[in-house]
């Protein structure tokens, strides 16, 4: 991988308020209780913060300076989504993270395919996947686009 530095990421546009540091516009966006600390800015929709290209939450973690390998999650131990507050956030495996919510995730699919085991792809973001659906649905596509062929 090669990075080569353009005109906007270097700063060198004077029109850019490249100045001010990364950290601060993202504080602009929380709002601190007594407890949860809240993201005030953009939400996804799931309604988790966003900011920039990862989660309110996510960014707040790194911020904090936790350890975040780039397929771990981070969780709130308060349940808000909206918070941000590094000491109500937990660094886990996907693995961990399906465990602390077990009604989020079904155990078997829409299809019966079992969900515990490999068959369960979790993602990043909060999404999952089951594997076996979405294996089947790629097979699908494709005989579909033969089928089509042979009959026109
Ligand atoms: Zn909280
Ligand atoms: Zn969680
Ligand atoms: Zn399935």
Known sequence: MSFIPTARATGLNPHRRSHQPKRNRFWEHVHKTETCWLWTGMQNDKG???????????????????????????????GVKLCVRPDHLMVVSPTEHR???????????????????????????????????????????????????QSG
């Open 48 to 78: 988790y913060g966003q900011f920039g290209k990862i989660t309110a939450h996510r960014r707040s973690a790194q911020l904090a300076g936790l350890e975040l390998p780039s397929r771990y999650h981070v969780h709130h131990t308060c």
């Open 99 to 149: 465990t602390l919510h077990p009604s989020r995730i079904p155990l078997i699919c829409t299809h019966g395919h079992d969900l515990t085991g490999h068959n369960l792809k979790l993602k990043a973001n909060g999404y999952w996947i089951c594997r076996e659906c979405d294996r089947l649905r790629k097979k699908r596509s494709r005989r579909r686009t033969l089928s089509s062929f």
